[in-house]
């Protein structure tokens, strides 16, 4: 989740931007986190990456359930049963940042918690990227407005964890 100046700052992307921007990340860090696996690394500089990749996603479902996905349920009321999908995939990797969280590196379920991770936040960004995102850019949100919203909130909640360190 990229540096971001102020809320009020007309070079701020819009939340579909703003989203998408935050999707990349996680999926290079979900990469980077890979490559950790495959060459070995050590148990301190995978557990410093995973509490990266924890750290920005409990940041970026935060922006969504608060700001992003009312929103939507404003803007399409008929598409209820997509948004409560998406909560519900929140839940479960919450879930899962949890079981990364408590565990560390060297428990042997730690690749296996961050590989299923990765997995659902996948199929989530896809399902948000195909079908969510393209019938909120269609609607009336203002999206400008609600990007300058959920940056201000997504800055909050960064600066408010000082372990976080930018990718």
């Known amino acids: ?28 860090l979900f990469k980077r986190y890979k490559e950790l696996v495959d060459s070995y690394a050590d148990d301190q500089e995978k557990e410093r990456l995973a509490g990266q990749i924890c750290t920005l996603l409990t940041v970026h479902a935060v922006i969504e359930e608060e700001i992003f996905y009312p929103a939507a349920r404003g803007a399409l009321p008929d598409e209820e049963a997509l948004l409560e999908e998406a909560l519900v995939e929140h839940q479960s990797a919450k879930e899962l940042i949890s079981s990364i969280q408590a565990a560390g590196a060297s428990d042997r379920s730690f690749d296996a918690y961050v590989n299923v991770l990765s997995e659902y936040v996948h199929h989530h960004v896809q399902e948000e990227e195909q079908r969510l995102l393209p019938l909120v ?16 909130r997504q800055e909050e909640l960064l600066t408010a964890e000082p372990d976080t360190e930018q990718a």
Do not use: F
């Open 1 to 28: 989740m990229s540096q971001r100046t102020s809320a009020n700052d007309d070079t701020l992307p819009d939340a579909i931007a703003l989203l998408m921007s935050d999707h990349q990340q996680v999926e290079d």
């Open 137 to 152: 850019r269609a609607s009336e949100v203002d999206l400008n407005a609600l990007g300058a919203q959920m940056s201000a």
